[in-house]
């Protein structure tokens, strides 16, 4: 179909959850066996990838302006390809290419694999060359060359065979799951990512041990309701148990879990498994039934304090992190200081706040008009929330200076002769090294806190050391 062309160098910029980084990562791994340089800056890219999400506005508005800003590019090199892919390409389609005509192409979730062919079919149109037609891809005439739509979703679609580009280090994510089979009334994930799509045991396994090899030590497995992961008759807990015996891995997590799915079993794996870390991000969203049932989350605070106990009885020290939703439609000032009391009962370590973001299509936009929450009033309850938990953070890490932790090195740290690395339950802690330890783990006493991160030092020699 394509004719041999010059070596193109490709730039891909992600935003949202980790799912959506490590579809970035997936991209990067097609385009490079598709012949692309993977380059790290748009600004020396023949084709550059805005991997994007649609999770609330403030997500998209920010893209949007991202994306115009690229579109400057192009003045000087009018050939460079600005594609924008992910979920607010799936969600917005060929909307976007109204809003944005100096975009070329929006590609949805499951239609990377097509990636290197429809970049150059998108070549070939160009250059007035013959094409052969590509299933699935909607073509917009334009005068400075055509747009291309992908956006069909596909159930089958799992990325079987494929390999992300991964940045070298002792950290990698593992996609287990893609998709979600729950609806959540505000959320628009299940409508830009389909249904649950699972991958086989085998082949996550394996990848692990790949991953190993190279090196790698720590491993997150990943999807959005990771926990409810399940293939032929191996369970999720099942599968944690075996990626964490697999040579060389000493810190298995996962994320996000949905709170029904955390099982006895799974809470048996956690507290038995060694390399399994003490540390769960389990989303909540929000604190009171009624609330809870009208978002379409399918357990009651009773229950879900039910699963916080479950964990802490058999892991005591877990460090539990957590997403809130404030100002859900409908919700009362007395149903948010529910919420207010959740997170006084169950003390999470963290919280990711938002305020609740209307999301075309999703089934929380056909509430009565009414309901809806004054934006002044949804910022007072986030900023009161922010403060309640931030407190909370507060005093559990103020509880925590004096302790000696495994620290898995991470990065640099910000002021020089500095290197930051991260505990088992999640905490990030800052302490005078040398860069070239990255990837090693060591042993650090906590001597202060900032509220949410540490400072601390080194006690004695560190464990391994990275080559
Ligand atoms: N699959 C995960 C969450 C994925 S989205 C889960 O089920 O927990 C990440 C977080 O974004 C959610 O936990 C939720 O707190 C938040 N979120 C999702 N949709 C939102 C919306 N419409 N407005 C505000 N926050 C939202
Ligand atoms: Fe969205 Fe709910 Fe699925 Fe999480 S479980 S991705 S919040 S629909
Ligand atoms: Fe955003 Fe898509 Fe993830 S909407 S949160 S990037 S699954």
Redesign the pocket.
């Known amino acids: 179909m394509s004719t041999q062309r010059p070596p193109a160098r490709a730039y891909v910029e992600t935003y949202g959850?980790q799912m959506n980084i490590s579809d970035g990562e997936l991209m990067e791994g097609i385009l490079e066996r598709g012949g692309y340089t993977i380059v790290d800056s748009p600004d020396a890219a023949d084709v550059v990838l805005v991997n994007t999400c649609a999770?609330?506005e403030h997500a998209e508005t920010r893209v949007l302006g991202r994306v115009s800003q690229l579109n400057g590019l192009k003045r000087d090199r009018p050939d460079m390809v600005i594609g924008v892919t992910g979920c607010m390409a799936q969600r917005m389609g060929e909307t976007l290419l109204d809003q944005a005509p100096y975009v070329d192409l929006v590609m949805g979730p499951d239609g990377y694999r097509t990636l290197p062919d429809v970049l150059a079919n998108l070549d070939d149109k160009r250059a007035g060359r013959t094409t052969t037609t590509i299933e699935d891809v909607v073509e917009r005439p334009r005068k400075r060359g055509p747009q291309l739509a992908v956006l069909q979703l596909d159930v089958d679609e799992n990325y079987q065979g494929l390999e992300q580009r991964r940045a070298d280090g002792p950290s990698a994510w593992v996609p287990i799951q893609r998709g979600?089979n729950?609806r959540?009334t505000?959320?628009?994930?299940p409508y830009v990512r389909g249904p649950e799509k699972n991958r086989a045991t085998d082949e996550i396994v394996a990848e692990v041990r790949g991953l190993a090899e190279q090196g790698v030590t720590e491993i997150t497995l990943l999807g959005?309701?990771v926990n409810s992961w399940s293939y032929d008759d191996v369970t999720f807990p099942r599968l944690l148990q075996r990626v964490g015996r697999v040579d060389g891995i000493r810190r298995v997590r996962y994320t996000?879990p949905?709170p029904n799915d955390v099982t006895d079993e799974l809470v048996e794996v956690m507290a038995t498994e060694p390399t399994v870390c003490a540390h769960l991000h389990l989303?909540a969203?929000a604190g009171n039934n009624r609330t809870l049932k009208r978002m379409l989350r399918r357990y009651t605070v009773e229950s879900l304090l039910e699963k916080i106990d479950l964990l802490r009885a058999a892991i005591p020290d877990i460090a539990l992190s957590t997403?809130?939703?404030v100002a859900f439609p409908g919700e009362t000032h007395e149903e948010f200081e529910d919420t207010l009391d959740l997170m006084r009962v169950a003390r999470f370590h963290e919280a990711y706040t938002?305020?609740?973001?209307l999301?075309d299509g999703t089934p929380a936009t056909r509430l009565p008009e009414e309901d809806f929450v004054d934006p002044d009033e949804a910022q007072a309850r986030l900023e009161e929330l922010i403060r309640v938990s931030r407190g909370i953070q507060a005093e559990i890490n103020e509880s925590e200076v004096g302790r000696v932790e495994d620290v898995l090195i991470e990065d640099e740290g910000r002021d020089p002769g500095q290197i930051r690395g991260r505990t088992e339950r999640n905490k990030v802690v800052v302490f005078d090294g040398d860069p070239s330890r990255i990837g090693a783990y060591t042993r650090v006493r906590l001597e202060r806190t900032t509220g949410s991160t540490f400072a601390g030092s080194e006690v004695g020699r560190p464990v391994t050391v990275s080559a």
């Open positions: 959850c999770i609330r979600c729950h959540c505000y959320c628009i994930v959005q309701t996000s949905h989303p969203q997403d809130i939703i938002y305020k609740y973001s999301r």
